[in-house]
């Protein structure tokens, strides 16, 4: 997975990066500690107990420590790795995330006033109203990238030409550009690679509440998506529903349809893309 515009874990603890060593801390204070421990569940989340003692250089056994007081003040929950995530024979390692009252604790600026000021356009203006600002909040987000050709006619349906990598190639560049934009904008993006697609995305919502009552919001900002990357993209989550990120899978491979063109590949996301697994485990407890 590739993490854009958020700063290393390493240096947000004051550290540069790679000069700390696994079971040596290197984060001074348990507040500090916790912290870095929130920071890395929302923006990485689903992760392991491992990883997480790996990217701060923490022992196991302390990392656990944290987790089971987070799990137990109900900020975070633990479930098992999707059989696609594991590595190797055994057991499914667990992996944790911010619960939505952990989310909430990191702030949700103005949420009532802003739900009061939508709820009051919608009364002024109608639905259409709401929906015109729900766009132009969305353009907003992506002002200043430049927008992808619309995909995809008149080029080689064959996935290993040269210009089909080249559309690939592209693709997740502007992928990328999209959620260096969106952690500007406080979403804590990010994007990865899944099967025939590239996924974005969005380890927090700074309008997560409001979106619930307004999902025009989230429909929104998928609109403004498929502009910039001139291809269909499909939302696979968001944290407005309860899941633990928002998450937007965009079609790399070009197929070729009916009438001999391509088009992209709107294959179902369970054939190409799996969101992370939010399976939680009886317990909660964070024993490996």
Same mark, same amino acid.
């Not at 499909?234 to 309860?242: D, E, H, S, V, W």
């Given at each position: 997975m590739?993490?854009?515009? =958020?700063?290393?874990?390493? $240096?947000?603890?004051?550290?540069?990066?790679? #000069?700390?060593?696994?079971?040596?801390?290197?984060?001074?204070?348990?507040?500090? #500690?916790?912290?870095?421990?929130?920071?890395? =569940? /929302? $923006?990485e989340g689903p992760i392991t107990a491992t990883a997480i003692g790996a990217a701060l250089g923490l022992a196991p056994a302390g990392v656990r420590r944290h987790l089971d007081a987070l799990i137990e003040s109900g900020q975070a929950r633990a479930g098992r790795s999707a059989p696609w995530q594991q590595k190797g024979r055994g057991r499914p390692?667990?992996?944790?995330?911010? #619960?939505?009252?952990?989310?909430?604790? !990191?702030?949700?600026?103005?949420?009532? /006033?802003?739900?009061?000021?939508?709820?009051?356009l919608r009364e002024i203006g109608g639905e259409d109203a709401v929906t015109a600002f729900a766009r132009k909040r969305a353009r907003t987000l992506v002002d200043g990238i430049d927008?992808?050709?619309?995909?995809r006619k008149g080029q080689a349906a064959d996935p290993g030409a040269t210009g089909d990598d080249t559309v690939r190639s592209e693709t997740v560049a502007k992928a990328d550009e999209i959620a260096t934009a969106l952690s500007d904008a406080g979403f804590a993006a990010s994007t990865r690679r899944v099967g025939a697609g590239v996924q974005i995305c969005q380890h927090h919502c700074p309008v997560s509440h409001v979106?619930?009552?307004?999902? $025009?919001?989230?429909?929104?900002? =998928?609109?403004?998506?498929?502009?910039? !990357?001139?291809?269909?993209?499909?939302? !696979?989550?968001?944290?407005?529903?309860?899941?633990?990120?928002?998450?937007?899978?965009v079609p790399l491979t070009v197929l070729p349809d009916r009438a001999g063109g391509p088009q992209p590949n709107n294959a179902s996301p369970s054939t190409v893309a799996q969101p992370a697994t939010d399976v939680t485990n009886d317990s909660g407890r964070s024993a490996e």
């Open positions: 590739k993490t854009v515009g =958020l700063p290393n874990v390493d $240096e947000r603890a004051g550290h540069r990066a790679g #000069t700390g060593s696994v079971g040596a801390p290197v984060i001074g204070g348990e507040g500090q #500690t916790r912290a870095a421990i929130i920071q890395l =569940l /929302l $923006e390692a667990k992996q944790y995330q911010l #619960t939505a009252a952990g989310r909430s604790m !990191l702030g949700h600026a103005y949420d009532d /006033l802003a739900g009061a000021a939508i709820r009051q927008p992808l050709p619309a995909q979106a619930e009552e307004f999902p $025009e919001l989230c429909e929104a900002e =998928l609109e403004a998506f498929r502009e910039v !990357l001139g291809t269909h993209v499909q939302r !696979l989550a968001t944290i407005a529903n309860g899941d633990c990120a928002c998450t937007t899978h």
